[in-house]
């Protein structure tokens, strides 16, 4: 559950409100689930964050109309509550999948990515293969926390392997913590645009999300999770399938990789490449293949991407 408040200024409270409240009644009365209160020169909305968020928009909407018209009736309140539905029911086919932080829509963009959503829907295991920019690592997260927030799952676990680029992790400064997040930025980015940071650390303070290196991993079984293995390209195969069998009950496994970006030594054998192949025809198991189609970053990262696999294949 979530609240906002609502400040009306320079507005007659009649005028907008309604004699008796009538124009913010016709709003409670189209969301019963939340609860809306008038007090004074301010709205108090209280209820999911979707549909707070909903009510809040659709308020504003309503301030702009009053100060362009300088009148609010109830049919006018009836008419917005109407447009917003149909605006609502439009973006559920769409396959919104939650509302982020700051207001952000969080919905695929392409083709692959709703592909992505229905196999991890309807799969407890889904390979998610793709390049740079294609949305592998946002929408994953996306669905875990709307999994948490809807308690399907009970926790968030999101990881990868720690490849040292020329350096060794014990020669760089800080604490173990502070020498792998850099690693982790990505996922931390995109919980920034899900979650507000106070519920952010609460959650990771109390092991509701967790995230950390594929390592700690290890010798555990994962029940009631949404786990994310990030970076799966750079698995030994030995890390694959020790990640993989850490699998418990009700639990739900994304594993993401960039086949093209592998950077562990050449004499490595990639953990992905070889799991896609033994696993290729598990029935259980969903296959997403995402392309530079499906790139949602700057054009010119498709274009890069796209230059390097033309060079690659000639």
Same mark, same amino acid.
């Given at each position: 559950?979530?609240?906002?408040?609502?400040?009306?200024?320079?507005?007659?409270l009649?005028?907008?409100?309604?004699?008796e409240?009538k124009?913010?009644?016709?709003?409670? &009365?189209?969301?019963?689930?939340?609860?809306?209160?008038?007090?004074?020169?301010?709205?108090?909305?209280?209820?999911?964050?979707p549909?707070?968020?909903?009510?809040?928009?659709?308020?504003?909407?309503?301030?702009?109309?009053?100060?362009?018209?300088?009148?609010?009736?109830?049919?006018?309140?009836?008419n917005?509550?109407?447009?917003e539905?149909?605006?609502?029911?439009?973006?559920?086919k769409?396959?919104?999948?939650?509302?982020?932080?700051?207001g952000?829509?969080?919905?695929?963009?392409?083709? &692959?990515?709703?592909?992505?959503?229905?196999?991890?829907?309807?799969?407890?295991?889904?390979?998610?293969?793709? +390049?740079?920019?294609?949305?592998?690592?946002?929408?994953?997260?996306? =669905? *875990?926390?709307?999994?948490?927030?809807?308690?399907?799952?009970?926790?968030?676990? =999101?990881?990868?392997?720690?490849?040292?680029?020329?350096e060794? =992790?014990?020669?760089? +400064?800080?604490?173990?913590?502070?020498?792998?997040? +850099?690693?982790?930025?990505?996922?931390?980015?995109?919980?920034?645009?899900?979650?507000?940071?106070?519920?952010?650390?609460?959650?990771?303070?109390?092991?509701?999300?967790?995230?950390?290196?594929?390592?700690?991993?290890?010798?555990?079984?994962?029940?009631n999770?949404?786990?994310?293995?990030?970076? *799966?390209?750079?698995?030994?195969?030995?890390?694959?399938?020790?990640?993989?069998?850490?699998?418990?009950? &009700?639990?739900?496994?994304?594993?993401?990789?960039?086949?093209?970006?592998?950077?562990?030594?050449?004499?490595?054998?990639?953990?992905?490449?070889? *799991?896609i192949?033994?696993?290729?025809?598990?029935?259980?198991? *969903?296959?997403?293949?995402?392309? +530079?189609?499906?790139?949602?970053?700057?054009?010119?990262?498709?274009?890069?991407?796209?230059?390097?696999?033309?060079?690659?294949?000639t």
């Amino acid at each position: 559950m979530v609240e906002k408040v609502i400040f009306l200024e320079n507005i007659s409270l009649v005028d907008f409100l309604g004699v008796e409240n009538k124009n913010i009644r016709e709003i409670v &009365n189209a969301f019963p689930e939340s609860k809306i209160i008038s007090r004074g020169n301010e709205i108090h909305i209280k209820g999911s964050m979707p549909e707070v968020f909903r009510i809040n928009d659709m308020l504003h909407a309503l301030l702009a109309h009053y100060h362009k018209y300088n009148k609010i009736t109830q049919e006018t309140v009836q008419n917005y509550i109407k447009e917003e539905k149909e605006h609502y029911i439009k973006e559920e086919k769409e396959h919104v999948i939650l509302y982020g932080t700051k207001g952000i829509v969080i919905k695929p963009r392409s083709t &692959n990515q709703k592909k992505l959503i229905e196999g991890v829907s309807k799969k407890d295991m889904a390979f998610v293969i793709g +390049p740079a920019g294609t949305g592998k690592t946002y929408i994953s997260v996306a =669905l *875990a926390v709307k999994a948490l927030k809807s308690k399907e799952a009970k926790k968030i676990i =999101l990881t990868r392997p720690v490849v040292e680029a020329g350096e060794s =992790l014990g020669f760089l +400064p800080g604490d173990l913590k502070e020498k792998i997040d +850099p690693y982790l930025r990505p996922v931390y980015d995109a919980l920034g645009d899900m979650i507000s940071p106070e519920k952010l650390k609460y959650y990771q303070e109390n092991n509701i999300i967790e995230i950390a290196p594929l390592a700690y991993m290890r010798g555990r079984t994962l029940h009631n999770a949404f786990v994310i293995l990030d970076e *799966a390209q750079n698995t030994t195969p030995l890390q694959m399938k020790m990640f993989l069998t850490r699998m418990g009950t &009700n639990s739900k496994f994304v594993i993401n990789g960039d086949i093209t970006q592998i950077d562990p030594p050449p004499h490595n054998q990639s953990g992905l490449l070889e *799991a896609i192949h033994i696993l290729k025809h598990a029935k259980d198991i *969903a296959f997403i293949h995402l392309t +530079p189609k499906d790139i949602v970053r700057h054009k010119l990262v498709k274009i890069i991407i796209e230059a390097y696999e033309k060079k690659n294949n000639t």
